[in-house]
């Protein structure tokens, strides 16, 4: 994966690791009725559904031994989840170093929509990207 010439490569701290996305965490998108589609898509396709969608987990070649996961949800039409934006989905990127990436983002101009929020499965944050789309960034625990 070549980086983008002006990424932050550059750490602040000497041990911090280099703050980017390292894969796609979850899809989200608008449904009319989530409970059905989530049935819909265990009946038709094998999903292993919840409450929430499905996860689906992969292991990096790179490292085996981390187990990565991918939150595959729909969500009731019209929730304000995914406001300011308009569109129908979000998609929820995996990260390194959030607290680095934030740094970086906001001195670029980025529309950080929060404040990064701590959970026992990992950080979150939200912001816009060019086209007003909402992103969700999530470093794992």
């Known amino acids: 994966m070549t980086e983008h010439p002006d990424a932050p490569t550059n750490p ?3 041990n911090e690791v280099t703050p980017k996305v390292t894969g796609i965490g979850g899809i989200f998108f608008f449904s009319d009725n989530p409970q059905q589609t989530r049935q819909w898509y265990a009946r038709h396709l094998g999903f292993e ?3 929430w969608g499905a996860t689906f987990e992969s292991r990096s070649a790179d490292r085996p031994e981390e187990v990565a996961s991918l939150q595959w949800s729909p969500f009731p039409t019209g929730s304000d989840y995914f406001a300011p934006s308009p ?3 979000m998609i929820n990127y995996r990260v390194q170093n ?3 990436l934030v740094r970086w983002l906001r001195e670029s101009g980025v529309t950080i929509l929060d404040d990064i929020a701590h959970y026992d499965y990992g950080k979150f944050v939200h912001l816009l990207d060019p ?3 909402k992103i969700e960034l999530w470093e794992p625990s």
């Open 49 to 51: 559904v919840n409450d």
């Open 131 to 133: 086209d007003g789309n």
């Open 98 to 100: 959030i607290e680095g």
């Open 87 to 89: 569109k129908e989905f």
């Open 12 to 14: 602040t701290l000497p």
